[in-house]
């Protein structure tokens, strides 16, 4: 089974990949139950051994207030990861639907009936659109400029 890269670099960034962003949230996801089930069974074995003296045992035990804080960080990390791959998500729509829409309203001024007829504005939506390929691979060219001609798109314009 292949991996998927966690993040890809380019020339002039480095695009942290949906599939790591998932990939590492479900290994923080599976540390923190790990944690929390060794750290159960731990207590049940302390709770074997000294009966009723356990909740005073467990207040003080060391190893258990470690676990609790590393518990606690990983939670923590869990929530930025998820803001993260959220956040990424919206900016991806975002950043496409915005230079979409900025070229829709281009061709409304010019009154064109699609931009690919203008040749000027064909080459640098050409390029363009080779730059965000490049950035991002789940950018879809025709959603793109079938959002600028006016026939589809929405916040998705460019990467269903």
């Known amino acids: 089974m292949e991996l998927e890269p966690i993040y890809t670099i380019r020339t002039h960034s480095i695009v942290v990949t949906e599939e790591g ?3 590492i949230l ?3 996801n599976y540390a923190l139950r790990d944690l929390r089930t060794k750290l159960d069974e731990y207590h049940s074995e302390l709770a074997k051994q000294h009966g009723e003296g356990l909740r005073r045992i ?3 035990d060391t190893l258990t207030l470690q676990v609790r804080r590393e518990i ?3 939670e923590a990390i869990a929530r930025d990861i998820e803001l993260l791959r959220d956040e990424m ?3 991806y729509r975002w950043h496409f639907a915005q230079l979409a829409e900025v070229f829709r309203q281009t061709r409304l001024h010019l009154e064109a009936d699609n931009l690919e007829s203008l040749y000027t504005m064909r080459v640098v939506l050409h390029y363009l ?3 965000l390929k490049g950035e991002n691979p789940k ?3 025709q959603h793109f400029l079938d959002y ?3 026939e589809a798109g929405g916040e998705h314009a460019a990467t269903v």
């Open 21 to 23: 962003l998932e990939s």
């Open 58 to 60: 467990r207040e003080e």
């Open 72 to 74: 606690a960080r990983a």
């Open 139 to 141: 950018f879809n060219e």
């Open 26 to 28: 479900g290994y923080t």
């Open 129 to 131: 659109m080779q730059m």
């Open 148 to 150: 600028i001609n006016g």
């Open 89 to 91: 998500g919206i900016i």
